[in-house]
C-alpha cells in the first residue's frame, strides 16, 4: 500500500530583509520534514534579497524564486498563492524563522483533526524563548476561530498557520494588495468562515522577531500603521462573513484596542500636532467605547488597560510606550 506524502509549500513575500533572510531561508530548507516546495517572492526588495534568494535556489532544488515590482506584502503572499503546487501552504514572514519541527508539527496536529487550518496559539519570540510545558491539541468550530482572531488570543495574522491549499482554491481567498496592514487579520478572519474546523495545537514552533527595527512590530508610521490599522477594521467591517454576536463583540474589542494602537504610534512617534484630529479621535473613541469592552472575553491585565484609557488614556499609553521602549530594549542586546 502506497502512502502519499503530502507536499508543502512554503512561502514567503521579500522585501528589504537581508539582515534577516538567510536565518529565515536556513530554518525552512533544515526543516525535518523535507517535502517542500519554497517559493521566494523578492518583492522588488531594492536591497540584495533577490541575490540571496537566487543563491539558495541554486543550491536547493526545492526552492523557485520570483522577481516582481513591489506590491506589497499581501501582493507577495498571492503570488506565492498563484504558483503553489502543495497540497498545503504556509505563510513566513521572511524576518522571522522556524523551530526545525515547525511543518511536521502542524502536519501532526491535521492527522488528528484533518482541519481546513492548522495553527499553533503560541509562539516563541526574541525574549521568550522558552517552550510550553503540556501539550494539546484542540478543534475550534470557524465561529469559535473567528472571535479567537479578534480578542487576539490565535496571534501572528496569517503566519504560524497551515491551510489547505483546496480551502484557498476553492473559494479564491486571497490577500487583500491595497491594504497596507491589517491584512493577514483580514485573510485569516474571512477565511474561517469557509473551514470546516480549525485545528488549534499549544507548543511553540514559530519565532517571532521583535528585534527588527525596521519592522512595523517596532518601528512606528503612522501614516502606513495607524491609518492603514483603521482602514483595515473598517474593510474587515464591511466584510465580516460570520455575524454572530460573540464574533460581533470580539470585533468591537479588536477595534477600540486599534484605536489604543493608534494613540499609541502616534504618542511614540511626536506626531499629536500633526495628526491632531486622529489623536483626539482616538481618546474618545477609547473612553466612549469602555462599555463595549470591559465585558468582553479578556484577562484580568486587558481589563485593568481598558480601566486606564477610561481615566487617562495619555497617560496610560505613555505608561505602555515606557514598557515596550524597555522591552524592546533588552531584546536589542540579545543575538538571535
Known sequence: MNIKIPLVTIALSIYKVEKFLPKCIDSIISQTFKN???????????????????????????????????????GGRNTGIENATGDFIIFVDSDDYLAPDFVEYLLGIYDITHADIVISKNCFTTINMSQIKTETVEI????KAS??????????????????MSLLTNNNLRFIPEL???????????????????????????????????????????????????EAMEYIREHLTIESEGVKKAFRWHLWNCYHYCLRQIIDYGSQVEYNELYKECIYKLRSGFKDVFFAELPTKHRLIV??????????????????????RIDKSKKC
Not at 518583492?43 to 522577481?67: F, M, Q, T, W
Not at 475550534?140 to 465561529?143: F, G, L, N, P, T
Not at 472571535?147 to 489547505?164: H, I, V
Not at 474561517?192 to 485545528?199: C, E, K, P, R, S
Open 140 to 143: 475550534y468550530s470557524a465561529e
Open 147 to 164: 472571535k479567537e482572531f479578534f480578542y487576539p488570543r490565535l496571534k501572528l495574522g496569517a503566519r504560524n498557520k497551515m491551510y489547505k
Open 307 to 328: 480601566i486606564g484609557m477610561l481615566v487617562s488614556p495619555v497617560f496610560t499609553t505613555k505608561f505602555l510606550n515606557i514598557k515596550k521602549w524597555y522591552r524592546l
Open 180 to 230: 497596507k496592514t491589517g491584512e493577514g487579520l483580514q485573510f485569516i478572519t474571512h477565511a474561517a468562515y469557509y473551514t470546516n474546523i480549525v485545528g488549534v495545537g499549544n507548543r511553540k514552533v514559530y519565532i517571532y522577531r521583535l528585534n527588527n527595527s525596521g519592522s512595523a512590530t517596532t518601528k512606528a508610521n503612522v501614516q502606513r500603521q495607524v491609518i492603514g490599522s483603521l
Open 36 to 74: 517542500l516546495e519554497i517559493i521566494l517572492v523578492d518583492d522588488g526588495s531594492p536591497d540584495n534579497c533577490g541575490l540571496i534568494a537566487d543563491e539558495y535556489a541554486a543550491k536547493d532544488k526545492r526552492i523557485k524564486v520570483i522577481h516582481q515590482i513591489n506590491m506589497g506584502l499581501g
